[in-house]
């Protein structure tokens, strides 16, 4: 079983940047693959980013490739993700994910899921 929670979100400017955290429990935290996903409202869940477990492959969507970097430290049972450049369109509630194995894009394949913080970009 694995419980995490989101924080960092808030309102930033477009341009600027903010860093999400999302702190897991459990000794286990180095064996699962991480994810990020958003859901900007009336809009489905989509996947950001997601890194396996030893930080040794990563995954982005188009959208955000050269903007956010996502990362982990075991030691800290925490993944980041951080965003530059920010857009309106980035807009959303921002969600962690876990799953064991490799990183996928699918939200489906994802066992564990955080509360969500919210990201607002204004213009």
């Known amino acids: 079983q694995v419980q995490l929670v989101e924080s960092g979100g808030g309102l930033v400017q477009a341009g600027g940047s903010l860093k999400l955290s999302c702190a897991a429990s459990g000794r286990t935290f180095s064996m699962y693959t991480m994810g990020w996903f958003r859901q900007a409202p009336g809009k489905e869940r989509e996947f950001v980013a997601a890194?396996?477990?030893?930080?040794?492959?990563?995954l982005y969507a188009d959208s955000v490739k050269g903007r956010f970097t996502i990362s982990r430290d075991n030691a800290k049972n925490t993944v980041y993700l951080q965003m530059n450049s920010l857009k309106p369109e980035d807009t959303a509630v921002y969600y962690c994910?876990?799953?064991?194995?490799?990183?996928?894009?699918?939200?489906?394949?994802?066992?564990?899921w955080g509360q969500g913080t919210q990201v607002t970009v204004s213009s």
């Open positions: 890194i396996s477990w030893s930080g040794g492959s990563t």
């Open positions: 994910a876990a799953r064991k194995f490799r990183p996928v894009t699918s939200l489906n394949e994802y066992d564990y």
